[in-house]
């Protein structure tokens, strides 16, 4: 399942798309457990789960994905296809999660299956496709920080705040992005 930590390896991109997916993770597991004690909102759970991932979605569609393409060998492309198809099953349930009028069985299903479908993908993710280019630190820390300025844009969209979210940007992130600013000057 999870795992424990971060791997102190990851480029920037990669550490901010793995810290995204034990963010789901465990935002999964929050809804599994209001669902056993039937207490708390599982319906603003739930909403807060699909903006996450409709911020995480974009932000692979938009810069990471194409960033692969022009990166991964041809050979490994089909992995790029899979994992869109993959992104569209799971906007469809979350289509349907934002337009359930009231929580009940089949809205605890929808999000089950989009749990499923998040797990099964994540899977894929960090352990066929990370691997294939996380050589390429230099490059993948640069769009490391592009990720990050587009997170935070999607995440003001979508009125999604980082409170109490130590994932908001790795802290190696930090780091190189005070290193590397232009304009700013070191102390």
């Known amino acids: 399942m999870a795992r424990s930590g971060k791997s102190p390896a990851l480029p920037l991109a990669l550490e901010l798309l793995a810290s995204d997916h034990r963010k789901v993770e465990a935002l999964f597991e929050r809804y599994e457990q209001e669902k056993e ?3 708390g909102s599982r319906d603003a759970l739930a909403e807060r789960i699909c903006k996450e991932l409709t911020v995480h979605t974009r932000l692979e569609e938009e810069l990471f994905y194409p960033w692969l393409r ?7 492309t089909d992995l790029l296809d899979e994992a869109l198809v993959e992104h569209a099953s799971a906007k469809d349930l979350i289509a349907q ?3 359930s009028r009231e929580v009940d069985e089949t809205y605890d299903a929808r ?3 989009l749990g499923e479908y998040v797990h099964h993908h994540v899977q894929e993710e ?7 280019v996380s050589g390429d630190e230099p490059q993948l820390d640069e769009l490391g920080q592009e990720m990050h300025a587009r997170k935070a844009e999607l995440m003001q969209e979508l009125d999604l705040s980082d409170e109490g979210d130590t994932t908001a940007m790795p802290m190696r992130g930090r ?3 005070s290193r590397g600013s232009a304009g ?3 102390h």
């Open 111 to 113: 999000v089950k299956v």
């Open 97 to 99: 999660i934002e337009g």
């Open 175 to 177: 780091r190189s992005e």
């Open 37 to 39: 004690d039937e207490s």
């Open 126 to 132: 960090e352990n066929e496709i990370f691997p294939l």
């Open 184 to 186: 700013r000057s070191a």
């Open 70 to 76: 022009e990166n991964l060998d041809a050979d490994d």
